[in-house]
Nanobody, 121 residues
Framework: QVQLVESGGGLVQAGGSLRLSCAASGDTICISSMGWYRQAPEKERELVAGITNGGSTYYASSVKGRFTISRDTAKNTLYLQMNSLKPENTDVYYC???????????????WGQGTQVTVSS
């Protein structure tokens, strides 16, 4: 099982930048891919960006060219560099681990506690 601790959220003006961090601990060998989701109170949780162990990345079309996902495997830390922020990016962001499923300790997915990103006009 993997434990995730998020940091880096905050309040920023439109056009500014933030970098979210997600520190993974525990059975990090269980990690198949990691990602960042967003969720507003009235909406479903939505994938913003993802990255596989092989380094393949995915971005929602709304953030392509502005956000960059990366992973420092040595430090077991996931990052989301958020540039050119817009008010529509305001939300709670959650770090996520998709496990390999290899062995009992790698069966459970993991979620961070969430970090608030607020972008003012």
């Amino acid at each position: 099982q993997v434990q995730l601790v998020e940091s880096g959220g905050g309040l920023v003006q439109a056009g500014g930048s933030l970098r979210l961090s997600c520190a993974a601990s525990g059975d990090t060998i269980c990690i198949s891919s990691m990602g960042w989701y967003r969720q507003a109170p009235e909406k479903e949780r939505e994938l913003v960006a993802g990255i596989t162990n092989g380094g393949s990345t995915y971005y929602a079309s709304s953030v392509k060219g502005r956000f960059t996902i990366s992973r420092d495997t040595a430090k077991n830390t996931l990052y989301l560099q958020m540039n050119s922020l817009k008010p529509e990016n305001t939300d709670v962001y959650y770090c996520y681990v998709l496990p390999t499923g290899w062995g009992q300790s790698c069966e459970d997915e993991s979620w961070g506690q969430g970090t608030q990103v607020t972008v003012s006009s």
